[in-house]
Nanobody, 123 residues
Framework: QVQLRESGGGLVQAGDSLRLSCAAS????????MGWFRQAPGKEREFVAA???????YYADSVKGRFTISRGNAENTVYLQINSLKPEDTAVWYC?????????????????WGQGIQVTVSS
């Protein structure tokens, strides 16, 4: 099956920028939209950004203008550029893949999920 792996997290200071990466491997029967989610301590998992099969991008209203999702040169990579990091960005961040035709890009019914990566933003 498809395997996703996040990288690029860590401890940063408020105001810094960070670029998260997600590498996908394995066989798929449909192209994948890719999404980024985050889950802060004690809170529900939150959709933050996604990129469609033809590179249309989508963002949660709360992060528009601060996050940029993009695909890498390789077909199996996707990035999330995060600018002006805030302490409330502290969370476990997940990338996820959604096959074509499986519902809204905003929903949580993604077929493939990474293990998550910690981002901690200090004041």
């Amino acid at each position: 099956q498809v395997q996703l792996r996040e990288s690029g997290g860590g401890l940063v200071q408020a105001g810094d920028s960070l670029r998260l990466s997600c590498a996908a491997s394995g066989r798929t029967f449909s192209p994948l939209a890719m999404g980024w989610f985050r889950q802060a301590p004690g809170k529900e998992r939150e959709f933050v950004a996604a990129i469609s099969f033809d590179d249309d991008t989508y963002y949660a209203d709360s992060v528009k203008g601060r996050f940029t999702i993009s695909r890498g040169n390789a077909e199996n990579t996707v990035y999330l550029q995060i600018n002006s990091l805030k302490p409330e960005d502290t969370a476990v961040w997940y990338c996820a893949g959604k096959p074509l035709g499986t519902g809204s890009i905003y929903d949580f019914n993604y077929h493939y999920w990474g293990q998550g990566i910690q981002v901690t933003v200090s004041s």
